[in-house]
Each structure stands twice: as C-alpha cells, then as structure tokens.
Nanobody, 121 residues
Framework: VQLQAFGGGLVQAGGSLRLSCAAS????????MGWFRQAPGKEREFVAA????????YYADSVKGRFTISRDNAKNTVYLQMNSLKPEDTAVYYC???????????????WGQGTQVTVSS
C-alpha cells in the first residue's frame, strides 16, 4: 500500500482543516488506518485511528472532541477533519496503514510522506 497525505496548510487558531490520505492498491479496505503527528523537536505521536470498516475509531485525548477520522473505502481515502485548531496542533501529520488500530508507530506497516499543518495564534 502506498499512501499520500495532503490538505495541510496555514490556519489561524480556532480554524479548521481537513487532511486526506489517498492509498493505492486494492487492499486498502483491509487495513486499519491511523494519523500521527510530529512537531519540531518532538517524537511522533498518535492522533487518531479507524478500523478497516470504519465502524470503530479512537482518538488521543489531546484531540478528542475536535478531530474526526473517517474513511471512504470506495475512494481508497482516509480523512482527518480538524476543528478548533490550536497552535499546539502545529506539526507534520502522517497517515499510516496497519493490521490493528494501534497507538504505537510500530503497529503500522505503511506510512505516507506527511503534510505540514501550521496553526497561528
């Protein structure tokens, strides 16, 4: 599976962005998907995950209630809707595919290249 994330940009605090992650390959629908982010000087951290069917989701406490992960298996795409953005959400956001809805990096086999999100105060 090859993944390409896009949709990042510069937004003011309180604003919204929607990230997309397009996958190639016919097996996309068999993978659980996750979003991670990495801020400058920090470790890459878990943001959200969604099961292969879309029936289950899980969020980091820091984004719960503000971010929504979803997927469209017919379009081989997973989304991350980000609302009420804060300056501390500034990071490079990565999508990943794996066989479990994990919160750890090693639980995901395939990674996209990342897209920059910058939230100004």
């Amino acid at each position: 599976v090859q993944l390409q994330a896009f949709g990042g940009g510069l937004v003011q605090a309180g604003g919204s962005l929607r990230l997309s992650c397009a996958a190639s390959g016919r097996t996309f629908s068999s993978y659980d998907m996750g979003w991670f982010r990495q801020a400058p000087g920090k470790e890459r951290e878990f943001v959200a995950a969604i099961s292969w069917s879309g029936g289950s989701t899980y969020y980091a406490d820091s984004v719960k209630g503000r971010f929504t992960i979803s997927r469209d298996n017919a379009k081989n795409t997973v989304y991350l809707q980000m609302n009420s953005l804060k300056p501390e959400d500034t990071a490079v956001y990565y999508c990943a595919a794996g066989q479990a809805m994990g919160v750890m990096r090693y639980e995901y086999e395939y990674w996209g290249q990342g897209t920059q999100v910058t939230v100004s105060s």
